[in-house]
């Protein structure tokens, strides 16, 4: 396996069986200390215990499968490093999250932070990951997980304004309510573990509670409690990094490429909206989120109101409904009111032409708040000069694009979008999942709105917003 350079979300085969993940930087006058750690996650993506917390203070776990090395300093750069026994791992962990927390400053101020993935017996690089970081002081840096049997690397790249605390029990840790010393780990083998650590949390606002929406009271029950639940795990997200009470104009961009039929004929996208409107259900005051679909073209969907929602997934979730390789018998004529004939959108994949229509809705709808749209596409992006084009020129207007992937390779330049010069603010978000339906709502929520507090905080002063 050769060594591959990774942007945010992507994921490759891990083929070792053992592994050691390095978390490096670059040591200078005023750079935070960090520290590397691990949590052995379940199917449900949650810890079993505390012991399921690899970190300075617990450097093995229990089944040896997991253990922090420590650190070292070689010219001018830090190097902490845990080691993962893969073939070691019980059968109930099918997750390693790979973490870091910083003492004495935030991510911003840590200069080249990366993660290298080595082959634990060879040596060899197997794969690394840049990560940028702005006022967040814990650190996703990636995860091996499993996946039909084989495991997977995948850089996740995302922070926590909240700290360890906020990251740890996320997953299930207890954390201490008294904040305990730690910067001086026990290095004596007779002592016993200490508590999980809790090192001091930046202040945030407190977070703010679902919002009631006009038309909620509407919903089948079943669909109005997994609303109010996930509007919950929106609002923790969102207070976690930092935008507690936050509002936007929420987007909803859904591929119906020819790829992407299976994804609608099983249910997965109709399920991916009803999870997109709690988003828009907590961030935007009316509750209701703009539509589009695009292939070959783009067509606009009419607005999704949320008290309206099984009706909308029914009319306009509707891809898979139909063949896309020849010429449905399904007459226009027959279409209900509002609905898109799938004909005319096409097969093929033109990005372009769906993040044109957007913005130019937003030129011509201006708001008082910004504007998040949430892209979902399964890959095969083949206009990557048009695509950049078009986000380039976005740079200026008050738009957040949150692309994810939905499994297949090949994002071109949106998974590099991250990374690429020449912008005043980052105005792009990108990370990829093999399986949507596997990731759990919390998870998915903070993947979904980790960038874009720092963007709306960069955007107001360049004076975009």
């Given at each position: 396996m050769t060594a591959r350079a990774l942007s945010k979300g992507a994921n490759l085969p891990v083929d070792s069986s053992s592994v050691r993940v390095e978390l490096t930087w670059s040591d200078g006058p005023g750079?935070?200390?960090v520290d590397a750690s691990a949590l052995l996650l379940t199917d449900a993506g949650r810890v079993r215990d505390d012991g399921d917390f690899v970190f300075y203070n617990q450097p093995r776990h229990a089944s040896n499968a997991v253990t922090h090395l420590g650190k070292q300093s070689a010219a001018g750069v830090l190097t902490d490093t845990v080691a993962v026994d893969l073939r070691a791992l019980e059968p109930a962990v099918e997750r390693v999250v790979l973490c870091a927390s910083s003492d004495g400053g935030t991510f911003g101020a840590v200069p080249g932070l990366t993660?290298?993935?080595?082959?634990?017996?060879?040596?060899?690089?197997?794969?690394?990951?840049?990560?940028?970081?702005?006022t967040e002081t814990a650190f996703i840096g990636g995860e091996l997980y499993l996946r039909a049997g084989q495991w997977k690397f995948r850089a996740v790249g995302q922070g926590y304004a909240s700290g360890l605390a906020g990251l740890a029990t996320d997953f299930g840790i207890t954390v201490d309510d008294e904040p305990s010393d730690t910067s001086t780990p026990s290095t004596s083998p007779a002592s016993a573990p200490a508590p999980v650590p809790t090192p001091p949390v930046p202040a945030a606002a407190p977070p703010v509670g679902p919002r009631l929406v006009k038309g909620e009271e509407q919903l089948p029950v079943d669909m109005r409690k997994r609303l109010s639940l996930r509007k919950e795990q929106v609002a923790v997200s969102l207070s976690k990094h930092g935008a507690a009470g936050i509002t936007a104009r929420v987007i909803l961009v859904l591929d119906a490429s020819g790829s992407m039929s299976f994804l609608y004929s099983k249910g997965v996208v109709a399920d991916v909206v009803e999870r997109m409107a709690a988003v828009a259900a907590q961030l935007d005051d009316d509750g209701e989120m703009q539509a589009w679909t695009f292939a070959s073209n783009a067509a606009r969907l009419p607005d999704l109101r949320l008290g309206e929602l099984p009706e909308w997934l029914r009319l306009h979730v509707r891809v898979g409904?139909?063949?896309?390789f020849r010429r449905s018998r399904r007459s226009s004529r027959e279409l209900e009111a509002g609905q898109v004939d799938m004909r005319m959108v096409g097969i093929q994949n033109e990005e372009q032409k769906a993040i044109a229509q957007v913005r130019a809705y937003v030129r011509e709808n201006p708001a008082a708040a910004p504007t998040l749209v949430l892209f979902f596409s399964d890959g095969g992006v083949h206009r990557d000069a048009a695509i950049e084009r078009e986000l380039r020129e976005a740079?200026?207007?008050?738009?957040?694009?949150?692309?994810?992937?939905?499994?297949?390779?090949?994002?071109?330049?949106l998974e590099r979008f991250d990374t690429l010069p020449g912008r005043r603010v980052d105005n792009v978000g990108f990370f990829a999942v093999d399986d949507i339906s596997t990731v759990p709502?919390?998870?998915?929520?903070?993947?979904?709105?980790?960038?874009?507090?720092?963007?709306?905080?960069?955007?107001?002063?360049?004076?975009?917003l």
């Open positions: 750079v935070p200390d993660l290298r993935l080595l082959d634990a017996g060879t040596g060899t690089e197997l794969a690394r990951f840049s990560m940028e970081a702005g409904q139909m063949s896309l740079v200026e207007e008050p738009v957040f694009w949150q692309f994810v992937g939905l499994g297949r390779s090949n994002y071109g330049v709502d919390q998870e998915l929520y903070d993947r979904l709105l980790s960038e874009f507090p720092a963007w709306v905080a960069a955007a107001g002063q360049a004076g975009i």
